[in-house]
């Protein structure tokens, strides 16, 4: 097997994504996937940071994250205003 698919760091991520994965396929639901994803990888990754490397973040975090929410935003606006759910009535 190659080196880089028996890191430990692959095999969680893996496991990560897989697990994610199933979540979506369940309730076809992105938000509450990203969510998921997000507090997941914190809270497994959380213990392995060292506080000592953790500083301010620069502008260019600032700015990619107000992008990444302004892509969702649109996102979401633009799938709000041209697609509607419509309810099938149980039979």
């Known amino acids: 097997m190659p080196e880089s698919i028996s890191d430990p760091v692959f095999v969680l ?8 994965a199933i979540f979506f396929f369940a309730i ?29 973040p620069n502008l260019s975090v600032y700015v990619s994250a107000a992008i990444t ?5 649109g996102i979401h606006r633009h799938f709000s205003r041209h697609f509607t759910t419509i309810s099938v009535p149980a039979q």
């Open 13 to 20: 991520l893996f496991g990560i994504g897989c697990g994610v």
């Open 28 to 56: 076809r639901d992105i938000y509450p996937t990203i969510l998921l994803a997000t507090f997941v990888m914190i809270f497994l990754w959380a213990s392995s940071l060292d506080p000592v490397y953790l500083h301010v």
């Open 69 to 73: 929410v302004g892509v969702l935003a």
